[in-house]
Nanobody, 131 residues
Framework: QMQLADSGGGSVQAGGSLRLSCAAS??????????LAWFRQVPGKEREGVAS????????YYADSVKGRFIISEDKKENALYLQMNSLRPEDSAMYYC??????????????????????WGQGTQVTVSS
């Protein structure tokens, strides 16, 4: 059974950077073709997809709100997923979650932003950006 543990959140001023990490266990990324993603959620709102990567060929997708500022990457040797967040804005403040689809699941286009297509979730890490 796959388990995800995300970390790296914190408080930063607008314009700053943070790097989130997600450690996966119970899975071998080098032998996996599933989709991994980062989501975020603020109280009272639905969880929204921020970025995704398909392990099969490295295809990435980003929400328009983070394009050019956030970079999603994976390390197959470490079974880890990362989200480099640059030029942070107060509106980026949220609880961030890493997520994984079932095995051999490629999620393309805007579908990557739908929480229902992911089966595994990290516990969340809080990001707070002050103005």
């Amino acid at each position: 059974q796959m388990q995800l543990a995300d970390s790296g959140g914190g408080s930063v001023q607008a314009g700053g950077s943070l790097r989130l990490s997600c450690a996966a266990s119970g899975v071998d990324f080098a032998r996996s073709s599933r989709t991994l993603a980062w989501f975020r959620q603020v109280p009272g709102k639905e969880r929204e997809g921020v970025a995704s990567v398909y392990l099969g060929n490295g295809t990435t997708y980003y929400a328009d709100s983070v394009k050019g500022r956030f970079i999603i990457s994976e390390d197959k040797k470490e079974n880890a997923l990362y989200l480099q967040m640059n030029s942070l804005r107060p509106e980026d403040s949220a609880m961030y979650y890493c997520a994984a689809s079932r095995a051999a699941s490629r999620i393309d286009g805007d579908t990557f932003r739908e929480a229902r297509v992911y089966q595994y979730w990290g516990q969340g890490t809080q990001v707070t950006v002050s103005s």
